[in-house]
């Protein structure tokens, strides 16, 4: 299991390391395929703006779960990362259901296909039970290390700020990476970058 000082570092550090760990929730576990790093000094970070309300478990300590709600529908989760104070997480944005498929199927279908059970950071949330009351739970003792794996960077998903920082971390060529997609209202790309998997 990866304890508090694996998280209580630089977000963008943490990220591709948490590629191929499993995160354990509410029956279920997921071998994580991709994430995003965000930080307080990022436009396109939640806590860029400081410490509110909403964001106040993104500022430490390391290792907890930053959970928000988007589109009105759907929730999405974060592992906290940094020093306190440090407005630091990587969102989950997909993985691989390893153990308890039946009970991940029965919270997102029983004919969603295996590959989409949790590819997508809605749908990697929805597979592992969590929701609005599961924002600021402890997650040390629920992840522990995979396989060492191959990673490779690219830009951001759906953002229109920092669109192209390359923080986007996946294990290329691995079927349960989420497709990339560049928000319509993103600025045009600064470089040719080429996202990381399809």
């Keep these: 299991m990866l304890d508090r000082s ?15 760990c499993i995160v354990t929730a509410n029956g279920v576990s997921v071998r994580l395929t991709e994430v995003e790093a965000y930080r307080e000094d990022d436009p ?3 806590s860029f703006r400081g410490r509110t309300p909403r964001t106040a478990v993104m500022f430490g300590p390391a290792g907890f779960l930053y959970v928000y709600f988007t589109y009105g ?3 999405c989760a974060n592992l906290v990362c940094g020093e306190d104070g440090a407005g630091a997480a990587v969102l989950l944005r997909a993985g691989e259901v390893i153990d308890g498929e039946p009970i991940a199927r029965g919270r997102r279908g029983e ?11 809605a749908r990697l949330a929805q597979a592992l ?30 953002i229109t700020k920092a669109a192209d920082t390359p923080w986007r971390f996946a294990i290329p060529g691995d079927r349960f990476v989420s497709p990339y997609k560049r928000h319509p209202k993103a600025p045009a790309a600064e470089q040719d970058q080429a996202p990381p998997a399809k």
């Design 111 to 121: 004919t969603v296909k295996d590959r989409d059970l949790a590819r997508g950071p």
């Design 6 to 20: 694996f998280f209580a570092r630089d977000s963008v550090v943490v990220a591709p390391e948490l590629l191929g």
């Design 129 to 158: 039970g969590w929701g609005r009351e599961d924002n600021g739970r402890d997650m040390v003792g629920a992840v522990r290390a995979g396989e060492p794996t191959l990673w490779a960077a690219g830009p951001r998903t759906g």
């Design 73 to 75: 529908m759907h929730y």
């Design 44 to 46: 396109a970070s939640h």
